[in-house]
C-alpha cells in the first residue's frame, strides 16, 4: 500500500528531473544557435565557418546542460530516498502500533527495569497506574493486587 507523502515526494523529484531535461534540451539547442552565429562573426572574413570557435561555444553549452541533468538527477535521486525512509519509518510505526504484546510468553525473560526483553509494544504507565513486577501488567492506583496475583504494596 503506497502513501499519498512518499507519491507525493517521488513525483516533485521526477517533476524535478522532467524540468533538467527540458532546460537541458533547450540549452543545447541554444547553444548550436549562438555557437554557429558566433563562429560566422569570427570568421567573417573568409567568409566561411570559424570551427575552433563554433566547438569551444558549443562545448560549454553542452557542459552545463550536461551539469543541470546531473543536478536534476540528484535530486530526484535524493527525493526517492528520502521518499523510502518515510514509507520505512511509516511501516515500522504501523507495525509497532498494531502489535500485541503476551506478557505470559516471555515472563521469565525481564530485564532491571521490570520490562519484557521480547515484548515488541512496551507502555509505560501513567501517574495513576503502577506495573506489576511479576507479570509486567499494568493496573489502576486504586487495584491493589494483579491478576497474577501479586500485590501493589509488594511491587
Request: hydrophobic share 40%; net charge positive; glycine share 8%.
Amino acid at each position: 500500500m503506497s502513501n499519498n507523502t512518499e507519491d507525493r515526494i517521488r513525483s516533485f523529484g521526477n517533476l524535478f528531473f522532467g524540468i533538467s531535461v527540458v532546460l537541458a534540451i533547450i540549452l543545447t539547442i541554444c547553444g548550436l544557435f549562438v555557437a554557429y552565429n558566433t563562429a560566422l562573426v569570427g570568421g567573417w572574413y573568409y567568409s566561411e565557418l570559424d570551427m575552433g570557435v563554433y566547438s569551444s561555444v558549443l562545448l560549454t553549452f553542452i557542459i552545463v546542460a550536461a551539469v543541470i541533468l546531473l543536478i536534476g538527477f540528484f535530486i530526484k535521486c535524493i527525493l526517492d530516498v528520502f521518499a523510502g525512509i518515510h514509507e520505512n519509518t511509516r511501516r515500522t510505526a504501523e507495525l509497532l502500533s498494531n502489535t500485541k504484546t503476551d506478557s505470559n510468553v516471555y515472563s521469565n525473560v525481564k530485564t532491571e527495569y521490570g520490562v519484557t526483553a521480547g515484548s515488541a509494544k512496551i507502555s509505560v504507565p501513567k501517574l495513576d497506574e503502577w506495573r506489576c513486577n511479576n507479570c509486567n501488567k499494568i493496573n489502576k492506583n486504586h487495584i491493589t493486587t494483579c491478576t497474577c496475583g501479586q500485590e501493589k504494596s509488594k511491587n
